[in-house]
């Protein structure tokens, strides 16, 4: 009994021993012979490769970062014609200074007085509004002075002038937008004359046309105008008011008196001479008008700068705003109104005034919402989707709240120019902010 027990126990570690046997060899056929592959953990050798590949992919990423940075985006460049708002140009917020002239004689400690500067850094949120505004003046007048030709209608060059204009300053209500309408007077007419609806005047060759337009932001004015002449013999005229109004310029500054300033502009004005179809005029100052001082939404701030003499002995202070315009003659050198009014606005230190009439009650409302104190025109009013609404502002006109301003006119035939800039009596310096290459 005991040897059978022991050859069934052998038999069975036998059967016991091949079964292992045929176990490992399958394992080592799936693992490609090799009997540890399975359990033994990785070893860095074998992943050498795959960590340097890894490391240079890395690197090769960091290397494409590195040079995105370098390269920085070229600065956007306006388009021809302008359609890029200025304030995408300038991305810092910072806007180009006009020119600067220093102040002279008694004045000359304000260049490096060091409570003026601080005085102008305090103020240049309000610096860069205005020069924002000169910004889109001078890139506007720039395209409009490429485009006019004879044979175009006015209020076309007007509604391409103003559309670009709303386009550049980004208009929003009252706090951006067109200062007052264009103006674009012809010939005798000096200043306040813009096409109202259907108007069908052409501009001819032998016009000489005051291109007098304005902007603003947050209520700060830049009131700047040129005049186009396409025939070569009013160059003389032209010529006259462009060094008056330099002059103006050149004398105006803080503690100036109004009427030095206005002598000094007839001086040079009527030193010139220019002939027209054989005819010799002497150019003539505009006794009547004025330039005048500007404050936020108030085009005429209550200061006139004359441009003969004979004006008030008013001073000229530190921080105004003026606009320093002439105009040049060949008629009379006196103006009158005349013609169909264009020009509006509302009076500044106006009350409240009951109104009985129900349609210039919500006019004055819709001119207050778009306008407020600054000037506008009856096209503007249409733009808006005003209909008959002349018997409610002739109402608005009589009782005070809204002023018209119709064409001012020299005498039939003659001609006249005008040329304008708005400066600032910064605390150290003078600033004329409207200054382009142009003029």
Request: glycine share 8%; aromatic share 8%.
């Amino acid at each position: 009994m005991a040897g059978g027990s022991t050859d069934a126990v052998t038999k069975e570690l036998e059967a016991l021993h091949v079964e292992q046997t045929e176990t490992k060899e399958k394992v080592m056929d799936s693992n490609g012979g090799d009997p540890g592959a399975q359990s033994s953990p990785p070893e860095d050798d074998d992943d050498g490769p795959a960590e340097d590949g890894a490391a240079v992919s890395a690197a090769a990423k960091k290397k494409k970062k590195k040079s995105k940075a370098k390269k920085k985006k070229d600065p956007l460049q306006q388009t021809d014609p302008p359609s890029i708002p200025v304030d995408e140009l300038f991305p810092s917020g910072d806007f180009p200074e006009g020119e600067i002239q220093q102040y002279m004689d008694d004045n000359l400690w304000r260049t490096t007085s060091e409570e003026k500067r601080e005085l102008e850094r305090l103020q240049k949120p309000m610096y860069n509004s205005v020069r924002r505004a000169a910004e889109v003046h001078r890139q506007v007048r720039k395209y409009m002075r490429s485009i006019v030709k004879p044979g175009m209608l006015m209020i076309e060059l007007c509604e391409t002038l103003e559309n670009m204009v709303r386009k550049l300053i980004k208009e929003n209500g009252l706090q951006a937008g067109i200062a007052f309408p264009t103006g674009c007077s012809l010939n005798w007419v000096a200043a306040h004359w813009t096409p109202n609806s259907g108007d069908k005047t052409v501009l001819q060759y032998d016009d000489v046309m005051k291109l007098d337009f304005g902007t603003h932001i947050d209520g700060r004015i830049v009131d700047c105008a040129f005049t186009v002449a396409f025939n070569p013999m009013f160059d003389p005229l032209l010529q006259a008011t462009k060094d008056a109004t330099n002059t103006g310029i050149k004398e105006a500054g803080i503690d100036a008196r109004l009427c030095d300033v206005g002598a000094a502009i007839q001086e040079v004005m009527e030193s010139y001479e220019v002939e027209i179809n054989g005819k010799v005029f002497q150019v003539k100052s505009v006794r009547n008008l004025n330039g005048h001082s500007i404050g936020p939404y108030q085009i005429h701030a209550g200061k006139s700068v004359p441009i003969v003499k004979g004006g008030e002995q008013t001073k000229m202070e530190e921080g105004e705003f003026y606009a320093i315009e002439t105009f040049g003659s060949t008629g009379k050198g006196f103006v009158r109104e005349d013609l169909e009014c264009s020009h509006y606005m509302k009076n500044f230190d106006v009350g409240h005034v009951p109104l009985r009439v129900a349609k210039a009650k919500q006019l004055l409302g819709t001119i207050n919402n778009n306008f407020g104190t600054l000037a506008f025109c009856r096209r503007y009013l249409d733009r808006i989707g005003e209909t008959k609404y002349l018997m409610a502002l002739k109402n608005l006109c009589d009782v005070g709240i809204i002023q018209p301003y119709p064409p001012l006119c020299d005498v039939r035939g003659s001609y006249v120019s005008q040329f304008e800039h708005t400066i600032l009596l910064r605390p150290t310096c003078k600033e004329v902010i409207s200054r382009g290459d142009d003029y």
